[in-house]
């Protein structure tokens, strides 16, 4: 049945995660074990048994995009965390040792989610957390990949933790898993992924129908929610907006689409605008973010399962992840590459020199780095981001001309 | 005293100059299998006949790895690079390159394309270590990295030949600890920088060779007296230790490092390798064991603290350095908790940050001769 | 031993920016004072030497100990001992005031936090990063940029109205930061005003990994800055008190601990 008028979906993406916190409270209030969980922990678990899991990563990223980044991350330091640390991490240690965070509160966890396959510093950071609350941690493996395919091994070892969790997590819950519902819970997860990179698809049109810095907006669901069927909804509807506007001409990028870019790594949250705005300003629009469609896990059985868990950014090898990108600015015909060397995360910024020689010459398009920090805003200079921006665009201009070689 | 001091002279000219070693290893014939920190199974290389070479930076100047890393990654990994790019690790048969921190990851990657040349061996040590689909995983891998060094030296290794590498290296663990020991119990014949060497010279040796020599040393400590030596015992704590100047330092303060939580030194030879009929097991359930790192997670998550303070509490420290690793997460990591641990034993403490790219140690002399001044009135 | 029957010791403070020196009588009165805008590796340490025994009326000969510390304390010719700047700033802030229990020292190139006991002895400290930023240097390439005499930067900074933030604590990137505020015609009183609140943030975060126990004292060059004073003490919630001898505690605290050196022998 058809809504006289339709939610818009941006507005139904924001609905889906402001459920997901206070559905947490909810839990909270009425005595209910609450987790935090990873980003890439695999969701499907606590969903299928019923237990209320929030995001430490989300939370960190909405108070820095709130400005309340620096005052949680000097708190943490004055507790003697290093300021070399992962800035997420400052902050949700910050939180979780009890200073407040208004920019966006979480009820405080009584177990812990976490999964390294994104990096090695989750394992310490909820380790930290642990101590500091004296809660069970349940962690869930994943060691890099060197090679390209995941190996029978890595299967197997998975597979044995998969059912080592569900053990502690019925444990904590108090429930027993259902297999039916896990397989109903994984059919929404498949359904919100294949939306969600379905949505994201639409960057390929030239003009593009939307501008790619929406999608580090609507992530928040595909991290904090992909196994509700709302999610699923919300997304399909944003892939309709975007169909709807490829064939009106409009898109939600309102300004000139000069140069289309790849963004590579975690956006500046402190500073979203001041990112957005000389690409605004010299008409580069975003059309392939290599952040976003990293939560793109789609499986069939169980095997699958595991190697989708297998596969983030800073998990597989150096080749896959450089076909991952080149894939995705081939097909999102991209004119350059801006590479946010981010200070906080030593993994990403770790591949990224070797990677932009090889975009440079796989692509033959320009590439760009510029300093910055997905929370800490001290470690970012708006005079360079500009300068570097500027400087993009004069070796796109170069390079469409034909004079310029890079 | 001067038999002591000459042992202790050869293990100094051999720590100060590893590439010496190397090709002297190579001029005979040797293949030289290059160990990346941390917890590599040396065992399988020295099995396979090989030399197992420890490479954990060194100390220089980072210029050719810029073109991999930007500033914020540990030295160890960039001079790792930086070797691996000029041509210091030419004529390794190999590299065997664990991942067990954030910088890591990327290391690998990029010295495996960088430096093509060098036969490439991954280590991807599971956290999950001591669940028995965790020991699985690790005998898997071991087994892939058994093979790689199959085809390297060109023979397989027996489980008779891995067993008795085993041995070897449980031997040569054990006659390491009782070195840290007597080196404790005898500052007056041992300095910090000698105490070091000793250690850090089993990187560039092979372990029989290197067992002899401690085991002569051992015994000519034992057999001193009771030391009446007037200085101040500490503990300390870090991913190296080895930097001759801020050793000096330590010496010059009258400190003598009584025990130590170093990566390179004490926390690779805590744990041996159990009794197990399948010798690929066996070292599976070793790395199970190895614990109180902050690279590995432990479940039973507050046993760090409270090891390190035993360990403390049992070698008479007064006090504690902590080598902090610059832009180690792991370490930075850890270190709220180890403070506050120390600070509920009234341990006093410092911290100072090092790299292999170190020159000036005005800062870290005036920390350390502080400290001292501290630990005195204590 | 000097001709007129009084025991004189001379400290030493050979910092990384300037020389200071102290003679005391009988470990009590301080005879002379001298500071010479110049430190380790130039003439500056000697002439500061030259300057406070003139000011003193004494000769070299007349001194029963010289005690050096600071940065380029192994490098003074003829001290009789030499100890590190955080014993001697400690010993020194607790002779001007005898309740401190934290001092803070921000000094030309590393700022320290010192805990001392209720015996008066430092029992822990913690030292800075190896990082310009919050220390005297910042304050340096600040004021150059601002085209400012770094001594009127606290009076300045008492006209700000209006709150500007200067963020980054790499100074290299705060550099560009004041730039763009002046480009923006931002006031200088209040960029003055936002990077003494920089210094204290940094300052207070060094700080609180000590823990603030009042008494708090400030030490050291940046002392003087009444602007950095006021911020750090909005930033920790804690009166600070100084002296207009505060840049001479390590001088003080070098020849206190001489004097005690001496009559021990």
């Known amino acids: 049945m058809e809504q006289e008028e339709k939610k818009a979906a941006k507005i139904m993406l924001r609905e889906v995660v402001d459920q997901v916190y206070q559905e947490a409270w909810d839990a909270k209030k009425r005595g209910e074990p609450v987790g935090w969980s990873s980003s890439k922990f695999p969701a499907e678990i606590a969903e299928t048994l019923g237990l209320k899991v929030c995001y430490p990563e989300n939370q960190a990223a909405a108070v820095a995009a709130k400005h309340g980044g620096q005052r949680m991350c000097e708190a943490a330091e004055g507790m003697g965390y290093s300021n070399d640390i992962c800035a997420y991490a400052r902050i949700s240690l910050a939180y979780a040792a009890g200073e407040e965070a208004e920019e966006k509160p979480m009820p405080q966890p009584d177990f812990l989610l976490c999964c390294n396959n994104i990096c090695n510093c989750m394992t310490k950071w909820y380790e930290n957390i642990a101590r500091m609350h004296n809660i069970p941690l349940i962690m869930f493996d994943i060691p890099y990949n060197n090679e390209t395919e995941v190996s029978e091994e890595s299967v197997a070892y998975l597979k044995g933790q998969f059912y080592d969790v569900i053990g502690q997590l019925e444990a904590i819950s108090s429930r027993k898993w259902d297999e039916e519902r896990f397989e109903e819970v994984c059919k929404n997860s498949n359904r919100t992924a294949k939306a969600w990179l379905k949505a994201c698809s639409y960057c390929q049109y030239e003009p593009s129908p939307l501008s790619g810095f929406d999608l580090f907006n609507h992530m928040a669901d595909v991290v904090t929610a992909r196994c509700k069927p709302e999610t699923a909804e919300a997304f399909e509807a944003l892939a309709e907006e975007y169909e709807q506007a490829v064939k009106d001409g409009t898109s939600t990028w309102r300004y000139d689409e000069n140069y289309r870019i790849m963004f590579e790594g975690i956006p500046c949250w402190p500073v979203l605008r001041t990112l957005f705005t000389p690409l605004k300003n010299k008409g580069i629009n975003t059309t392939a973010v290599v952040y976003a469609p990293a939560f793109g896990f789609v499986f069939n059985n169980l095997e699958e399962m595991m190697k989708a868990y297998y596969k983030a950014p800073n998990s597989v090898c150096l080749e896959t992840g450089v076909k991952w990108r080149e894939g995705i600015c081939r097909e999102n015909k991209v004119d350059g590459v801006l590479v946010h060397y981010n200070r906080s995360c030593k993994p990403w910024s770790g591949y990224m020199p070797e990677m932009e020689r090889r975009f440079r010459k796989d692509l033959g398009i320009p590439v760009v780095g510029f300093d910055g920090d997905q929370a800490d805003p001290r470690n970012f200079s708006e005079a360079q981001y500009t300068t570097r921006v500027d400087g993009l665009f004069e070796l796109m201009e170069e390079n469409k001309k034909g004079r310029g070689s890079v | 005293m001067t038999t002591i001091k000459e042992i202790l002279s050869r293990f100094q000219e051999i720590a100060s100059n590893p590439d010496n070693r190397l090709q002297g290893y190579i001029k005979d014939g040797k293949k030289v299998i290059g160990c990346f920190p941390y917890y590599v199974p040396e065992e399988l290389v020295s099995a396979a006949d090989m030399v197992p070479f420890g490479i954990w930076g060194a100390e220089g100047t980072i210029s050719a790895a810029k073109e991999y890393f930007a500033a914020f990654y540990c030295t160890i990994a960039q001079m790792n690079l930086e070797m691996g790019l000029t041509g210091k690790l030419k004529g390794l048969s190999g590299v065997i390159v664990p991942s067990l921190c954030d910088t890591l990851r990327p290391l690998s990657q990029n ?247 170190m020159r000036d140690f005005a800062q870290a002399r005036t920390q350390i001769q502080a400290f001292a001044d501290v630990l005195s009135m204590a | ?103 803070i020292d921000i000094g030309g190139q590393d700022a320290k936090v010192l805990r001392i006991n209720s015996n008066g002895m430092m029992e822990n400290f913690v030292m800075n990063d190896k990082c310009a930023a919050g220390t005297g240097r910042f304050l340096e390439v600040m004021a150059r940029v601002l085209e400012v005499d770094i001594n009127e930067m606290a009076v300045l900074s008492a006209r700000s109205e209006k709150k500007v933030d200067i963020s980054s604590t790499c100074t290299v990137f705060a550099e560009s930061e004041v730039i763009s505020q002046l480009s923006n015609n931002a006031d200088k009183c209040d960029i003055i005003s936002g990077i003494h609140r920089s210094v204290a943030g940094r300052t207070g975060g060094l700080a609180k990994r000590l ?37 001479y505690a390590g001088a003080l605290g070098a020849a206190l601990f001489g004097w005690q050196k001496y009559i021990r022998n």
């Open chain 2, 111 to 357: 010295f495996r394309v960088a430096v093509p040349d060098i036969p490439f061996i991954f280590v991807a040590h599971p956290q999950n270590r001591k669940k028995e689909f965790g020991v699985q995983y690790t005998v898997d891998i071991y087994g892939k990295i058994k093979k790689q060094l199959e085809a390297i030296a060109g023979h397989k290794i027996t489980d008779e030949k891995l067993t008795a590498a085993i041995d070897v290296y449980n031997q040569s663990r054990a006659a390491r600890r009782t070195f840290v020991r007597l080196a404790g119990e005898h500052p007056e014949a041992v300095t910090p920088a000698e105490r070091s060497a000793v250690l850090k010279s089993s990187f560039f040796m092979t372990k029989q060779e290197h067992t002899v020599m401690v085991n002569e040393l051992n015994e000519l400590l034992m057999a001193l007296p009771n030391s009446d030596w007037q200085g101040i015992r500490i503990f300390t704590s870090g991913i190296l230790a080895d930097n001759k100047n801020l050793l000096g330092i330590l010496e010059e303060n009258n400190l003598a490092v009584a025990a130590d939580d170093v990566a390179a030194e004490s926390r690779g030879i805590r744990v041996d390798v159990p009794k197990h009929p399948d010798p690929l097991y066996a070292l599976a359930l070793q790395f199970g064991e190895q614990d109180h790192d902050p690279l590995l997670h432990d479940p039973e998550l507050n046993n760090r603290p409270e090891y390190i303070i035993k360990q403390i509490r049992s070698c008479n420290a007064k006090g504690v350095v902590i080598l902090m690793m610059q832009f180690c997460d792991p370490e930075e990591m850890e270190y709220p908790d180890l403070k506050k641990a120390l600070e509920q034993e009234a341990i006093p403490h410092i911290i100072i940050g090092v790299d292999q790219q």
């Open chain 3, 1 to 103: 031993m000097g001709n007129d029957g009084f025991s004189y010791t001379l400290g030493i403070d050979v910092g990384s920016t300037s020389s200071k020196c102290v003679v005391l009588k009988d470990g009590k009165e301080i005879v002379s004072k001298a500071l010479v805008p110049f430190g380790a590796g130039t003439s500056g340490p000697e002439r500061a030497r030259k300057e406070v025994l003139e000011q003193a009326g004494l000769l070299e000969t007349d001194l029963s100990y010289t005690l050096a510390t600071g940065y380029g304390r192994n490098m003074v010719e003829g001290a009789d001992a030499q100890m590190s700047e955080l014993s001697c700033h400690a010993r020194g802030a607790c002779e001007l005031f005898p309740d401190v229990r934290t001092v």
């Open chain 3, 211 to 247: 823990g603030v126990l009042p008494q708090v004292v400030m030490t050291g060059g940046v002392a003087r800055n009444a602007g950095v004073v006021k911020a750090l003490e909005e930033e920790l919630k804690v009166p600070i008190f100084t002296s207009p001898l505060a840049q």
